[in-house]
Each structure stands twice: as structure tokens, then as C-alpha cells.
């Protein structure tokens, strides 16, 4: 069987522009113009239905969410806690307290973390009453609780501007993680304990590291604008005979039923465990 014979240039050149565009029945591509009408008509109007179902699915789903709440918030029920200053690498702390560049970095970042609480910053806030809880769910406006840095004692910054690390006796800030309508039970604290005992004495500001009602419930960042968690000051006082040797401290919060402590996934979860080794 003998081979097509092969087509000459000219004419495969032809048939091709004659395809391009048919002058004879005004064809472009094999179609009529009222057959490419129909094509892009077909699929004006399916892309433009698509687009019209998508925007409609998004915003009846936009009308179930708040600006203000996120809407499912379950999976994180009890806070974390966090200390300040902290350390870049890891929650440990490293100083010499005969030298003032050793701490200066722990010391910058504690000023510079409570200029929020320095009273020219609260003016919008007020004196709350202390021991209640302070609900304003039928306030528009949320008020926030005023904190006075005068409950951090010895750790406020004020008379000691070094926060105690010139004297061997350093402060560590602890709060907890803000969660939107979280209401404490009991008399939520913060109680911090050495796993080395006889190394260190440890001080709390306010008194036996109360966490006061009055802060709770928080409404969330654009409801509950001026907002400021409140603080407990760690002071250690640490043994002269322990210099040179790491320390690990660790906090938890107790004193309230429904703020968990103890999660073996999530270590941050109502505790806090970190590392003080001072030299002389």
C-alpha cells in the first residue's frame, strides 16, 4: 500500500489561512460569528452564575460571623502563661548582678513592657471594685479596669529602677493569656516553686500573687480597646550560697476550679516553668 502522497506547500498554507478565516462562509476558527456569539454567551452567563453563587455563599456565611467575637472559640478554654522579660533564646536567665550590662536587656524590656500600665496611659480607664466580677454585657462602650503599678511593690520599676537585678534579687512579671469571656472562679493566683529547695525565697506583688476579678471578663480587642491584663510580680531572692548554680522556677495558676494547670500537651497551659542562674 502506497503512502499518501504528500501535500504540497502552497496548498497546506492555503487550506490553513482558509481555515483561520472562510470568506467564502465567513467562518473564523471553523465557527460563524453567531456560533462564537453563542459559545462566549453560554459561558458569560455560567462563569457569571459562579461568581454570583460564590459571592452569595460568602456573604451569608459573613452574616454569622462578629467583627467583635470570634464565633467558635472551644478549643482554647483555660489561658497560658507568659512572663516578661523574655529572654531571645529560651526561658532562661543569665546575669551577673555586679554587672549592669549583663541585665540591662531584662531591664529595657520590663520598662518598656509597663509603659502601657504608667498612669498617663490609663486615663481612660477606671478604679474598679476589687474582688468581683466586672460583667458589661449590656454596655456597648467596655470600660477597662485601671491597674496601678503601686501593686508591683519592690517590682514596679519606681524605686528601684533596676527591677531588684543589682541586688540579687530579680523581679519576673507573670500574666495570663487574654481569652474573651473567660470569667475565673474562686480566687485565682499565681504560685511559683523552685525544684531546688533552699535556693531561693520567692516574694509575690500584689500579696500571694492574687489575680484580681475585677479584670474578667475581657471582650475582645476592638470591644474592649484600652484593655490590660493583670500582672503578678515574682520576686527571687536568691541564696548568696547558690550563685553560679541554674535554678528552675516554676508558676501555675491555682485558687480557681476552671483554670486547668496540668496538660501534658500543652506545657504553657496555666503554668510556666523557667531558668535563673545569677553570678557575682
Known amino acids: 500500500?502506497?503512502?499518501?502522497?504528500?501535500?504540497?506547500?502552497?496548498?497546506?498554507?492555503?487550506?490553513?489561512?482558509?481555515?483561520?478565516?472562510?470568506?467564502?462562509?465567513?467562518?473564523?476558527?471553523?465557527?460563524?460569528?453567531?456560533?462564537?456569539?453563542?459559545?462566549?454567551?453560554?459561558?458569560?452567563?455560567?462563569?457569571?452564575?459562579?461568581?454570583?453563587?460564590?459571592?452569595?455563599?460568602?456573604?451569608?456565611?459573613?452574616?454569622?460571623?462578629?467583627?467583635?467575637?470570634?464565633?467558635?472559640?472551644?478549643?482554647?478554654?483555660?489561658?497560658?502563661?507568659?512572663?516578661?522579660?523574655?529572654?531571645?533564646?529560651?526561658?532562661?536567665?543569665?546575669?551577673?548582678?555586679?554587672?549592669?550590662q549583663s541585665y540591662a536587656e531584662y531591664v529595657s524590656t520590663l520598662r518598656k513592657f509597663l509603659e502601657s500600665y504608667d498612669d498617663s496611659k490609663q486615663s481612660q480607664n477606671i478604679n474598679c471594685t476589687p474582688g468581683r466580677i466586672f460583667d458589661q454585657n449590656d454596655v456597648a462602650v467596655k470600660k477597662a479596669c485601671r491597674f496601678n503599678l503601686s501593686e508591683l511593690g519592690q517590682c514596679s520599676g519606681k524605686e528601684d529602677k533596676t527591677f531588684g537585678y543589682s541586688k540579687g534579687t530579680p523581679c519576673v512579671l507573670v500574666k495570663m493569656n487574654r481569652i474573651i469571656g473567660l470569667k475565673p472562679e474562686g480566687e485565682p493566683h499565681i504560685q511559683c516553686a523552685s525544684k531546688e529547695e533552699g535556693r531561693v525565697e520567692i516574694n509575690y506583688f500584689p500579696p500571694e500573687g492574687l489575680i484580681d476579678l475585677m479584670y474578667f471578663p475581657y471582650y475582645g480587642k476592638s470591644l474592649h480597646a484600652h484593655y490590660l491584663q493583670p500582672l503578678v510580680a515574682v520576686q527571687l531572692a536568691i541564696n548568696s550560697n547558690s550563685t553560679k548554680e541554674e535554678i528552675t522556677i516554676e508558676c501555675k495558676i491555682l485558687g480557681s476550679p476552671n483554670l486547668k494547670n496540668e496538660d501534658d500537651r500543652d506545657k504553657f497551659l496555666g503554668r510556666i516553668a523557667f531558668k535563673v542562674q545569677m553570678t557575682e
Open 1 to 100: 500500500m502506497s503512502k499518501e502522497a504528500k501535500k504540497p506547500f502552497r496548498q497546506s498554507m492555503a487550506e490553513w489561512r482558509q481555515f483561520v478565516y472562510n470568506p467564502n462562509s465567513g467562518e473564523f476558527l471553523g465557527r460563524t460569528a453567531k456560533s462564537w456569539g453563542l459559545i462566549l454567551l453560554f459561558y458569560l452567563v455560567f462563569y457569571g452564575f459562579l461568581a454570583a453563587l460564590f459571592t452569595f455563599t460568602m456573604w451569608v456565611m459573613l452574616q454569622t460571623l462578629s467583627s467583635d467575637i470570634p464565633k467558635y472559640r472551644d478549643r482554647i478554654s483555660s489561658p497560658g502563661l507568659m512572663i516578661s522579660p523574655k529572654p531571645d533564646t529560651a526561658l532562661e536567665f543569665y546575669f551577673n548582678k555586679s554587672d549592669a
